[in-house]
């Protein structure tokens, strides 16, 4: 059952690369705030299109959907999405917290470093499985072109309050990404699970439900 909350914010879901607001967590996310008569948001982030991605269409977008809602959101972001959430924040936003799920902290910079990404970084394309889709899916050079914009996310600082859910055995994205950003940011509250960059155990689910219905009491 519902508890009882002292507010009644907006819950907005922001989605990872490659993905869509139908996936898991996005679906789980929902679910909750359905159930408890919250009010959820959760944008198609491939934009303007998935082949012409851009950080930059996506921030901004988000930035207008906050503008646009009666009060402070509650963000939920799950890895492109998290690194997204930090983006509107430090751009001025007002949110009144944010959730972060393995947040894809220097996205940008790592496709800029990372030998994953050299072909793409060489040819400006490369073919990727969306799985928003359920196929694979052609990434333009829009994207590339986009990355030096958001590189600098080492030198943000958010006064925001955070918790930040990681799995141990995250493979994508470092859990030491958000060891650094919670030592950088006072008052971030770093979660390490038993889990990888999915963090759809059903402990981390748990975890997940726990730290949504923290936000609203």
């Known amino acids: 059952m519902p508890g009882h909350y002292e507010f009644m914010a907006d819950l907005l879901y922001l989605h990872g690369f490659t993905s869509s607001p139908g996936g898991n967590k996005g679906t789980f996310a929902r679910r ?41 959101p509650v963000v939920v972001g799950s890895s492109l999405g998290g690194f997204i959430a930090t983006a509107v924040a430090h751009r001025g936003a007002t949110i009144r917290s944010m959730i972060l799920l393995a947040p894809a902290i220097h996205f940008a910079r790592r496709r800029m470093t990372s030998p994953a990404w050299a072909a793409y970084r060489e040819r400006g394309e490369m073919e990727v499985f969306h799985y928003g889709t359920g196929r694979p899916r052609r990434l333009g050079p829009e994207l590339l072109g986009d990355l030096r914009a958001w590189a600098d996310d080492a030198d943000w600082r958010l006064a925001v309050g955070t918790v930040i859910l990681h799995g141990r055995f995250d493979e994508t994205v470092p859990l030491a990404e958000s060891e650094a950003y919670r030592d950088r940011n006072p008052g971030v509250v770093l979660r390490v699970l038993e889990d990888d960059h999915g963090l759809l155990a059903p402990a981390s689910l748990e975890c997940l439900r726990e730290v949504l219905e923290d936000a609203f009491r």
């Open 32 to 72: 909750w705030a359905q159930a408890r008569g919250i009010p959820f948001h959760a944008p198609d982030l491939n934009l303007p299109t998935f082949e012409a991605l851009t950080l930059t269409a996506q921030v901004e977008a988000v930035e207008a959907l906050v503008q646009a809602l009666p009060e402070p």
